[in-house]
């Protein structure tokens, strides 16, 4: 009864490639975020859903790509990897795109070599 | 930006005192909430204390906000060796037609048994 998953749970990679992370929640959610957390833990807002729709879009290289094909699902696509794009991408959701509390994934950690 | 700012950036305690973590913003918020991650995990909401809100309470968390100073603070009570783990503030507001959490870099709490 996972109320938000993401696949895979770690990735490792070679510079250059292009890879995939899902993003399920079943909590009816209309709203799913992407975040990254560095090394030092700092965690950044990256993309914003809002039923379907995109909302907030942070200065994140355009090799990011989400993809949202219905409000129960956000997956994020990488284009061209690079060293710097190692760091824990987590997905959350929560019930609107207001004042709510959200809910996290338990995070995919990338790994650029 | 609104960043967070948690205080200490680490906390050692032994098993059954207290855990006060202060967290300061810099901008107008609409709400402020903690979460706790533990080694390895995705975030967990603790709690979500509203802009006209001064204290609130639940189980062993109080959480204070003033909004004049900016600031917050999560108080853990008795705490336990299951309290082991890195909490983080994170102010919630609107603007540009979107609503958005804003993480600190969390402070990281030890209760030694």
């Known amino acids: 009864d996972t109320a938000v998953s993401q696949t895979p749970k770690y990735l490792v990679t070679q510079m250059g490639n292009d890879k995939s992370i899902k993003c399920e929640q079943n909590?009816?959610?209309?709203?799913m975020y992407w975040y990254k957390q560095d090394s030092k833990k700092f965690l950044k807002i990256m993309f914003s859903?809002?039923?379907?729709?995109?909302?907030i879009n942070e200065t994140v290289p355009n090799r990011f790509s989400p993809k949202s094909p219905d409000k129960a699902h956000l997956n994020l696509h990488i284009n061209s990897l690079e060293l710097g794009d190692s760091a824990v991408y987590f997905c959350?959701?929560?019930?609107?795109?207001?004042?709510?509390?959200?809910?996290f994934g338990p995070g995919t950690r990338l790994t650029v070599l | 930006s609104q960043q967070g700012e948690e205080d200490p950036q680490a906390l050692s305690i032994q098993e059954g005192e207290n855990a006060t973590m202060n967290c300061s913003y810099k901008?107008?918020?609409?709400?402020l909430q903690w979460y706790r991650q533990n080694s390895g995990r995705g975030l967990v909401h603790l709690i979500l204390i509203r802009s006209n809100e001064r204290e609130k309470h639940s189980g062993r968390l109080r959480v204070t906000l003033d909004t004049s100073k900016k600031s917050s603070s999560l108080l853990i009570t008795a705490s336990r060796a299951a309290d082991t783990a890195s909490y983080f503030c994170?102010?919630?507001?609107?603007?540009?037609?979107?609503?958005?959490?804003?993480f600190g870099k969390g402070t990281k709490l030890s209760v030694i048994p």
């Open positions: 959350a959701s929560s019930r609107t795109s207001g004042n709510n509390e959200q809910f």
């Open positions: 901008t107008s918020i609409n709400n």
């Open positions: 859903y809002n039923n379907k729709e995109l909302i």
């Open positions: 994170a102010t919630g507001a609107s603007g540009a037609g979107s609503y958005q959490l804003t």
């Open positions: 909590l009816g959610h209309d709203t």
